[in-house]
């Protein structure tokens, strides 16, 4: 069965403090995918990335940056942490990056800035 | 880029079924239509996807009319379990995809 693992389910951090969140898929997937999630707001893509080392913007990409050195593992990275960060994080994978197959996700980390 | 509007939320019963509109003017020729189903502290879990006309499976119905400006989900004879939020999704040439605001469906006994 599809697996997708994201290393933890909440995480609370301070303002200013680096934040790295990882997520770990078994499919051998070349597409991974970063959303956050706020009441009344949905899903918003933040970063995706189609091969390794390959990376594209989504449509928050301020404020965090991403890093994918193996194919199964896509680390978001908070370079320095706001409150305004502080949200439901997802991952997810697929075979494509067009749409056109669906994505598998995580069970989402629940990030705190204090 | 599609943006999509889904209603906020929706109300049922046991057996009833419920068809959920998702509305996407801006849909480019290429993109596919998708829906999630969420759970509370889960992840969105794929329920089906469609480019035109019908699509079924096990569970759900997809119907797109010929201009592909709306899509509706159709549940049947819903059950308890089903009370989730559930995900309209338009996408996406270069990995833009745009998710809805979601519906949060509550089905009743």
């Known amino acids: 069965d599809v697996k997708v693992t994201q290393s933890s389910r909440y995480l609370v951090k301070r303002t200013g403090e680096k934040v790295f969140l990882e997520c770990v898929q078994d499919?051998?997937?070349?597409?991974m995918f970063w959303y956050r999630q706020d009441p009344g707001l949905g899903l918003r893509l933040i970063y995706f990335?189609?091969?390794?080392?390959?990376?594209e913007k989504g449509d928050i990409p301020e404020g965090y940056s991403v890093s994918r050195e193996k194919k199964e593992r896509f680390s978001l990275i908070l370079e320095s942490a706001s409150t305004n960060q502080t949200s439901m994080y997802l991952c997810?994978?697929?075979?494509?990056?067009?749409?056109?197959?669906?994505?598998?996700f995580g069970d989402g980390t629940r990030l705190s800035i204090l | 880029l599609a943006k999509t509007t889904q209603p906020i939320s929706m109300d049922s019963y046991e057996g009833q079924e419920v068809n959920i509109t998702c509305s996407h003017n801006n849909i480019a020729t290429n993109d596919y239509i998708t829906w999630y189903q969420q759970f509370p502290s889960q992840g969105p879990r794929f329920i089906i996807q469609?480019?035109?006309t019908k699509v079924t499976n096990e569970v759900a119905s997809l119907f797109i009319p010929a201009d592909r400006k709306s899509s509706t989900l159709s549940l049947p004879r819903v059950s308890l379990s089903d009370t989730a939020v559930y995900y309209c999704l338009v996408g996406g040439a270069g990995g833009k995809l745009i998710f809805g605001q979601g519906t949060e469906l509550s089905v009743k006994p």
């Open positions: 990335s189609y091969d390794v080392k390959m990376k």
């Open positions: 997810a994978s697929s075979t494509s990056g067009q749409g056109n197959q669906p994505q598998h």
């Open positions: 499919m051998d997937h070349e597409n």
């Open positions: 469609g480019y035109k």
